[in-house]
């Protein structure tokens, strides 16, 4: 009886332990297929193509926290960003597409891409160098934007994973490609440190003058894309001034100071606070939409960087910070977007869903002499770095 009833105990033990491993692991599958929906775009088949005869493919670099971040070589584009918040839950904190054919057709071509050759607008699409005028695309209205028609964001660069952490694209723009003069060699480098630091470096030279303001063009939502408005993520830009803008969103050529207007993010606040305010520039822009002139006596980490802004997602707890050494940070407010992309996670991106912080010299500075100059000429090299710095505050 002893021996029947030890059994039976036994059975009952066992089955106990067997119910708790399949309950543990059904969280731990539920947990598993969450980030798999939120991260749906590594799967490699949905960009597995090929443009202009070049192989598109899928690129991952991770560090050693689990943060990862997922390249396409189409348009050097930054497809996931997955970051932890204060609890330790890993979202996808950029917006895009889970296939190379939505990235392709959607309305909105810079989700996540490297800009260039010039990042921002250039007035009427025209600007000289040594008395020789040059005509580009006026792809904005009457002005040029973000390289052209067929600028650096629809290209497929070459790829090459140097580590776990790190990659490098590069590619050579011909001379005269979307009307610049030079064949301009370009390398951008990535690194995706062990404090959650995505630092971007460029490099470019040229064999002829030419201008040159690379940027990098990431939609940011630190909730995770496709939950919601960033209008009340808090932020602050380290800038005094901004350069005020006509209605084709060109600088007029002043260094405003943002003293009691709604461009004072000198201080921490919420980006819709001050949406409201009757004020031309946010009618000229739909909102923020405007280059910001950063702060550089401030201390520089220890690249020599300047902090250029800080972002924070009070419920999520994320922190983003952009460290860089250019003169200026675009803030786009996402003003534009209008609900008919519809994103990794399944839902559209709807009006002010994303913010964009690109660090940059001035839109339109070839034609205006005052602003910093874009002018690269050869045996110089140009050198930029931006850095996204993610991290939690509880």
């Known amino acids: 009886m002893m021996k029947i009833r030890n059994i039976v105990l036994l059975v009952f033990f066992l089955a106990t ?5 399949k309950k543990a692991a059904l969280v731990s599958g539920e947990n598993k297929t969450e980030d798999l929906i939120s991260n749906k775009v590594v ?91 040059y005509h580009l695309a006026t792809n904005n209205g009457v002005n040029h934007l973000h390289g052209g028609n067929k600028g650096f964001n629809s290209i497929v660069w070459n790829a090459k ?10 590619r050579i723009s011909p001379d005269m490609e979307e009307g610049y003069p030079g ?20 490099k470019a030279s040229t064999d002829k003058p030419t201008i040159v303001n690379l940027t990098h063009h990431s939609f940011f939502n630190l909730t995770g894309e496709g939950n919601g408005t960033i209008n009340n993520h808090l932020l602050m830009i380290n800038a005094n001034k901004y350069t005020p803008v006509d209605e084709t969103l060109i600088p007029n050529g002043e260094l405003a100071l ?25 009618d000229f822009g739909k909102g923020y939409d405007h280059n910001f002139v950063l702060n550089k006596d401030l201390p520089k980490n220890v690249d020599g960087l300047v902090l250029a802004a800080r972002v924070t997602e009070p419920i999520s707890g994320r922190v983003m910070e952009v460290y860089t050494d250019e003169p200026g940070l675009q803030f786009y407010g996402g003003n534009f977007l209008d609900g ?21 010299h001035f839109p339109d500075s070839p034609n205006q002499p005052h602003f910093p100059s874009t002018l690269l000429i050869p ?3 140009y050198n930029s770095t931006c850095i996204y710095k993610f991290s939690v505050v509880k």
Do not use: W
Not at 17 to 21: G, L, P, T
Not at 185 to 202: A, S
Not at 258 to 282: A, C, E, H, M, Y
């Open 340 to 360: 008919k992309a519809v994103g990794k996670s399944g839902k559209p991106y709807n009006f002010r869903d994303a913010f964009c912080l690109e660090t940059q």
């Open 183 to 202: 064949n301009l060699m370009v390398k951008v480098h990535y690194v995706l440190t062990d404090d959650n630091q995505l630092v971007i470096k460029y």
């Open 258 to 282: 943002v003293t009691n207007t709604p461009f004072d993010f000198t201080t921490s606040k919420p980006i819709g606070r001050d949406l409201t305010i009757n004020n031309q520039q946010l």
């Open 43 to 133: 799967k490699a088949e949905n960009f597995n193509s090929t443009i202009d005869g070049k192989q598109v493919a899928l690129y991952t670099i991770k560090n050693i926290n689990g943060v990862s971040a997922t390249f396409t070589n189409y348009g050097q584009r930054l497809i996931s960003l997955m970051v932890p918040d204060k609890n330790g839950k890993f979202k996808d904190v950029v917006l895009g597409f889970n296939t190379l054919r939505e990235y392709i057709s959607a309305d909105e071509k810079y989700f996540g891409a490297t800009i260039g050759r010039y990042g921002n607008r250039i007035a009427k699409g025209k600007f000289s160098i040594n008395q020789e005028e």
């Open 17 to 21: 332990v067997s119910c708790k491993e």
């Open 379 to 381: 045996d110089e090299e």
């Open 161 to 170: 994973q140097m580590a776990d952490n790190e990659i490098e694209f590069s």
